[in-house]
């Protein structure tokens, strides 16, 4: 039910900083767990940061220290600062909302991705 849209990406210098963003069609007060994924020329799509509906947050640890994971609930929004961006941090972002209900996810949605490169 809730769509979500991703923007923010695009090109930086290693050492820089973007900051993306996901706007969600409806509250994300309720949403159980949004986070950030990427996906890597060849390699896997992987977790680089979620957050709780209740604000307990966690990183993948190749960004724990320069990515910040941050929500907007007013505004219906999800942020990821990421700062001293590296060449391996580029790929694809994705932002992802789940409702888990009793350790079991019910509800699960993708926005459609947003590019960023990191040139050295």
Do not use: H
Not at 51 to 73: L, Q
Not at 84 to 106: F, H, M, Q, R
């Amino acid at each position: 039910q809730v769509q979500l849209m991703e923007s923010g990406g695009g090109l930086v210098q290693a050492g820089g900083s973007l900051r993306l963003s996901c706007a969600a069609s409806r509250t994300i007060f309720s949403i159980s767990v949004m986070g950030w994924y990427r996906q890597a020329p060849g390699k896997q799509r992987e977790l680089v940061a979620a957050i709780t509906s209740g604000g307990t947050t966690n990183y993948a640890d190749s960004v724990k220290g320069r990515f910040t994971i941050s929500r907007d609930n007013p505004k219906n929004t999800l942020y990821l600062q990421m700062n001293s961006l590296k060449p391996e941090d580029t790929a694809v972002y994705y932002c992802n909302a789940k409702y888990v209900v009793a350790g079991s996810i019910v509800d699960d949605t993708w926005g459609q991705g947003t590019q960023v490169t990191v040139s050295s």
